[in-house]
């Protein structure tokens, strides 16, 4: 199985609302990430999980707030966000974690779309 | 900072080559390439490492010169499956984990 599962696909909310996005996989992977892609933009890396230990912050505002209950899971847990945070918000995997000197590929989800209004 | 890649969109009728080119200002430890189609997630081609290799399957291969911070997509014969936007990455090793940084990303259309 070399699947990552996102959910929701679609997230509409408020900017008083509290959300989360759900990112799962059974690979048997050690590192896990969140990237969030503009429409005809590339990926840009948030947060990456090692071994479930959140290992790389690329200064992401509080607003979204990752969490790793598992080697398995992963979700971003959003909270009065801003309408420019409307994006892709795509989950990934790889099998090395942290330091790793051999680059391995990753694995990405379908995404969430999400819509801030 | 973020990858350089050209052309930005290239059109093609079936059968037609194509190199998709990728440049950094920075040192590369290794290169990734992936497809990503329309309202989908990318998909990955392709790691390259340091030391200048090739690589390939199919009709699809790269080269990676890391003096020149340089990597190169190669597509010969082009389908009209190999529509989509290619972004490279580049990867550096940090002590908290590896960081892959897209490149800025080429739209590529095979027509019949």
């Known amino acids: 199985d070399t699947e990552v599962t996102q959910t929701p696909k679609h997230l509409v909310m408020g900017m008083t609302n509290k959300k989360s996005l759900k990112c799962e996989q059974h690979?048997?992977?050690?590192?896990m990430y969140w990237y969030k892609q503009k429409a005809k933009k590339p990926p840009e890396l948030m947060f990456v999980y090692s071994y479930e230990k959140l290992s790389i912050n690329e200064s992401v505002p509080s607003r979204f707030s990752p969490e790793c209950p598992n080697s398995s899971l992963l979700n971003l847990h959003l909270h009065a966000l801003q309408p420019e945070d409307s994006a892709l918000y795509l989950c990934?995997?790889?099998?090395?974690?942290?330091?790793?000197?051999?680059?391995?590929?990753?694995?990405f989800g379908p995404g969430t779309r999400l819509t801030v209004t | 900072q973020q990858p350089v890649q050209s052309p930005q969109a290239v059109i093609l009728r079936e059968g037609e080559d194509a190199v998709i080119n990728c440049s950094s200002s920075k040192a590369l430890y290794s290169v990734h390439w992936y497809r990503q189609k329309h309202g989908e997630a990318p998909v990955f081609l392709m790691i390259?490492?340091?030391?200048?290799e090739q690589k390939g399957h199919d009709k699809i291969s790269a080269s990676f010169n890391e003096k020149k911070q340089q990597s190169s997509l190669y597509l010969t014969a082009s389908q009209l499956s190999y529509s989509g936007t290619y972004f490279c990455g580049t990867e550096i090793i940090t002590g908290g984990g590896n960081k892959l940084t897209f490149g800025t990303g080429t739209q590529l259309k095979v027509e019949l």
């Open positions: 990934a995997s790889s099998q090395e974690g942290a330091g790793g000197l051999t680059p391995y590929e990753q694995y």
């Open positions: 690979m048997g992977h050690r590192a």
């Open positions: 390259l490492l340091k030391g200048g």
